[in-house]
């Protein structure tokens, strides 16, 4: 009988190291379910600040090529308000120039 009680007991014991360890391992994987959660969220977190910080720089690059397209379009239009200039300019000459043959063939 004492034989039966002692192995009860130390059952018991048994099973209670064994529940203490469970208790143990759940406490854990909360730990480690938690953290990789945690990391879940700071990826999307990282992910979402990217993604911002890249529509920043390409709004930032579409600017300065507005600008630069500006730039050009201008220059475009003053050359070709120069060359008119020229070319009216040339025309005047020659008709000048055509006016003063006329003038010494008579």
Avoid: P
């Amino acid at each position: 009988m004492k034989a039966e009680l002692s192995d009860v007991e130390g059952l018991g014991f048994r099973l209670e190291e064994r529940q203490q360890d469970i208790l143990q391992l759940k406490k854990s994987l909360k730990l480690k379910v938690s953290s990789v959660a945690a990391a879940f969220c700071d990826c999307n977190v990282v992910s979402i600040v990217l993604w911002s910080l890249l529509y920043l720089v390409k709004a930032q690059e579409v600017s300065e090529a507005g600008v630069k397209i500006g730039l050009l379009e201008k220059k475009l239009e003053s050359s070709s308000a120069e060359n008119k200039r020229l070319v009216d300019g040339e025309k005047e000459e020659a008709k000048k120039l055509k006016d003063q043959l006329e003038r010494q063939k008579e």
